[in-house]
């Protein structure tokens, strides 16, 4: 497997457009409560003349060379952010800034870590209770279960627009895998190990494995028919 490439901007002085230049750089690595994105555009505006003419103040600390951009779009493809409710939201809360948001929607490390239905709820318990602490930061916990029986017709409008585009075929989902009725454990498993592209997505009607495979050692010769004496 190839390594991905990280090809970037730098100032390599401060001054006119020839200071900039293009270099390849170390790949980073996502430390401890922070995510590595993979830029797919950047936009180009006037801080950023600023920070090459060394009067942007946030960046005036800063010695060639370093990397230039000033935002950017893309998707996060290394994360060190706890999206999953590991370590009771700790590393979460921890690596939000002042004002900074915490919204959890689920606590699939808990049930990794085989943790009991007390345990959970003792975390989702303290996470609101931060909401408390000085500091400005906010945490949530988003349940949909609870929000649509708050707001039912935000769902019926939501679920009217998805069928729309599903005819149109202006979306298609991924299906990993159709399966049948006695695969529904082997599926779970799946499901746990991690690791899937697309939806597992169960077919009342469609036969069994053992159905559709061929028994072993039954190749093409064996269903041929013998030759005329």
Known sequence: MTEPQNRVVQVRCYGDPDGLEVVDAIVPTAARGEVRVRVLASSLQYTDVLIRRHLYPQTTRCRPPFVMGYDVVGEIDQVDFDGVGEDGYRRSFAALKPGGLLLAIGYSAGVQAHQRMRTILMSIARMYL???????????????????????????????????????????????????????????????AGGLEGKLVLCPDLPSRRDRVPPRGLGAAAVQAAPAS
């Open 130 to 192: 931060w909401r408390f602490l000085p500091g400005g930061r906010h945490t949530r916990f988003y349940s949909i279960n609870a929000m649509r029986a708050r707001h039912p017709a935000w769902f019926h409008e939501d679920l009217e627009r998805l069928l729309g585009l599903l005819a149109t075929h202006a979306i298609r989902p991924r299906v990993a895998e159709r399966i049948s009725f006695d695969e529904v454990a082997d599926a779970h498993r799946r499901i746990e």
